[in-house]
């Protein structure tokens, strides 16, 4: 009707330019109706608009094609939140020189038990890491050192079963049983859909259409500045928004880092680490806060089948939300510590980490504010870092 309408106007001007008359007239009628024509092709058109807003087909279909495109920007501009958890040394096996306590748990109780108090935690973040500290393995070519442990493949069952999704491999033991026994560990964690990473070898988790990297190294057995530096640059090759750095290093039963651990963990970040975890002193240590980043210098013990009954129990889990818009990870964060102890006993080892509450939490709250002095951060009461 719209169409007709515009049609019979140009008709009609058609006419009117035809019509015999003089040049003068001619032309006043031809302006005249210019004008009326263009009036009234705008009042159409505003009334084309109001109207196909309710009823037209065209204008709703691509109101219906806008619209998702609008949402697409929408989303594209919404900051994405990532939540990791990081946890201590987990041996899940014995040295069968000095005992098999931790196997018989296993046997008794079944894979999940061992994580069984910390797994809503787990459960609930996006992604868990933990520091594999022995190895999977029927191998029986025993390094020669003072300790040395190994599980069989079905103790992995216990990190699928607890909701760990990565495995930090760069440490001291993973060569206890040699090359035969890092390969079959590595084949078994690959098989149970746990993600390692030790030395070149990264591990990387997409969440949320965002890419994770996990790297690992073990400064026991040497790492320089340029390792640390070109696997972090190959982590951003790979589009990693979040790049997460685990160092084996420091003083065993030594709560407070040494100058290699500041040095190294210092130089991650200034490489462009998102955050650095620290293991094997087997105690906590603090965290340091530099260049807006943690340092997490020891996250001690956790699941450990290693020793049946250690003499410090304290033990944390390091939890941290990453801010990702755009692609790029922003520098507001969210961190806080969740105090725990390795075990459900003070006078031994159930190898069942527990949350502590109470007393027990405030006491191990206060310990890590001690531990932390000087480094730019502060554990509030509900294990908020400030």
């Not at 009628?29 to 009334?47: E, S």
């Not at 530099?290 to 390091?318: A, E, H, W």
């Not at 961190?335 to 509450?357: D, E, H, V, W, Y």
Request: charged share 20%; with cysteine.
């Amino acid at each position: 009707m719209i169409l007709r309408t515009m049609g019979k106007r140009i008709s009609a001007m058609g006419a009117a330019a035809s019509a015999p008359c003089s040049a003068a007239a001619t032309a006043s009628v031809l302006a005249n109706q210019v004008v009326r024509g263009a009036l009234a092709l705008a009042v159409a058109a505003c009334a084309v608009l109001l109207a196909l807003g309710l009823a037209g087909p065209a204008f709703a279909e691509a109101a219906a094609t806008a619209k998702p495109a609008a949402t697409a920007a929408t989303k594209a501009a919404k900051p994405v939140e990532i939540t990791i958890s990081a946890a201590g040394d987990c041996t899940l096996g014995v040295d069968s020189r000095y005992n098999s306590v931790f196997n018989g748990y296993y046997n008794r109780k079944g894979a999940a038990y061992f994580l069984k108090k910390v797994r809503p935690v787990f459960a609930k973040d996006d992604l868990t890491i933990v520091n594999f500290e022995g190895t999977l393995t029927t191998s029986k070519n025993r390094a020669r050192k003072s300790f040395t442990f190994k599980g069989p493949a079905k103790h992995a069952s216990i990190l699928t079963k607890g909701s760990v999704e990565v495995a930090n491999l760069a440490n001291n033991h993973s060569r206890d049983f040699g090359a035969k026994g890092l390969a079959d560990t590595k084949r078994t964690l690959k098989k149970r859909g746990i993600a390692y990473c030790q030395n070149s070898t990264i591990a990387y988790k997409t969440v949320k259409g965002v890419k994770v990297a996990f790297l690992g190294f073990n400064e026991l057995s040497g790492v320089t500045k340029a390792q640390i530096k070109a696997g972090i640059k190959k982590a951003k090759k790979a589009k990693a928004a979040i790049i997460i750095v685990s160092f084996h290093w420091g003083i065993e039963r030594d709560y407070y880092p040494a100058s290699v651990q500041k040095k190294l963990g210092r130089y991650a970040i200034s490489c462009g680490a998102s955050l650095v975890l620290g293991h094997h002193p087997h105690v906590l240590q603090g965290i340091e806060e530099y260049k807006g980043r943690y340092i997490v210098y020891s996250l001690g013990n956790f699941c450990f089948g290693g020793n049946t009954n250690p003499k410090d129990k304290d033990t944390m889990i390091f939890q941290q939300t990453f801010t990702v818009k755009n692609g790029k990870l922003t520098k507001k964060d969210d961190a806080r510590i969740i105090p725990c102890s390795l075990s459900g006993s003070k006078s031994t080892n159930t190898f069942q980490p527990r949350i502590l509450k109470g007393a027990e939490k405030k006491a191990l709250v206060k310990k890590m504010n001690r531990l932390s002095r000087g480094m730019g951060v502060k554990v509030a009461s509900n294990g908020r870092l400030k």
